[in-house]
């Protein structure tokens, strides 16, 4: 992995391969952590992974922008690279084995890890609006959770 500077700035000019994963959830759940003593994933409960290495992708200078995500920053300022599929987690040993050690006390893998903690936050949100579909698209989020819980439990 060659790390280039321009000012203050740091970037690459391709992906270094399987540490780069890209950030494919529509709440950005991947970059979020429960905040500490609480349990249950709710929009309330939740904030910014601190020190969580980032690449943001710039279809314009065709570079990987290095940001790291703090804990005060705001979600939404990465909702465009999400949205274009242009944000990444730059998976260093440290966040790995962060990420190993969550998964495990889940027991689930990594993309159904990350899909339940995505298909909750999304419930939550939906159940706050008005409409005729919503109970639709809350049966619809909670057979996908209910798949999801079948294939651990038959474990």
């Keep these: 992995m060659i790390i ?3 000012g203050n700035c740091q970037y690459l ?3 270094p391969g ?3 994963i890209k950030v494919r959830s529509v709440t950005g759940v991947e970059l979020m952590q429960l905040k500490q003593n609480k349990k249950k994933w709710s929009i309330g409960n939740i904030e910014p992974r601190d020190s969580l290495p980032l690449l943001l992708f710039s ?3 065709n570079r990987y922008w290095m940001r790291t995500l703090g804990a005060d920053h705001d979600i939404n300022s990465y909702r465009r690279y ?11 040993d440290e966040w790995k084995a962060r990420v190993i050690t969550e998964r495990e006390k889940e027991g689930m893998s990594y993309f159904d ?8 936050l999304l419930q939550e ?7 005729t579909d919503i109970k639709t698209k809350l049966r619809a989020i909670q057979l996908q959770l209910n798949q999801i819980n079948n294939k651990y439990e038959k474990r």
Excluded: C, Q, V
Aim: hydrophobic share 30%; proline share 3%; charged share 30%.
């Design 4 to 6: 280039h500077n321009e």
């Design 13 to 15: 000019t391709k992906l």
């Design 18 to 20: 399987e540490a780069a």
């Design 59 to 61: 279809p314009s200078s």
């Design 82 to 92: 999400i949205k274009d599929g242009n944000l990444y987690i730059l998976f260093n």
């Design 113 to 120: 890890y990350n899909k339940t903690r995505e298909l909750l």
């Design 125 to 131: 949100i939906i159940s706050k609006k008005e409409g």
